[in-house]
């Protein structure tokens, strides 16, 4: 499994998981500091500035900021084109 550097992804249950499935259970983690590897994370960073300090009270007006602010950037991944008009 890929994981990004969170610390979630440490820690004694972890450590005891991949212990007990060594041979059927591997986590590697993306290198860190390196957004052209994890592409959802740069998608999540627009997501995060769009929503931030502010209330969602209805799912179609978050999706319309989700919006605004992918078509805001221009240089959004190309395998998030499908996320602006």
């Given amino acids: 499994m890929f994981v990004d550097d969170g610390s979630c992804h ?6 005891e998981f991949l212990s007990l499935h060594r041979k059927t259970f591997w986590l590697f983690y993306f290198p860190m500091y390196l ?21 969602v009270l ?18 959004l991944p190309k395998m998030f084109k499908y996320l602006s008009n």
């Fill in 10 to 15: 440490y820690g004694v249950m972890v450590g």
């Fill in 35 to 55: 957004p052209q590897v994890n592409l959802v994370g740069q998608c999540w960073k627009l997501a995060r500035r769009a929503l931030l300090n502010w209330v």
């Fill in 58 to 75: 209805l799912l179609l007006s978050a999706k319309y900021r989700l919006r605004r602010e992918f078509d805001r950037v221009g240089f």
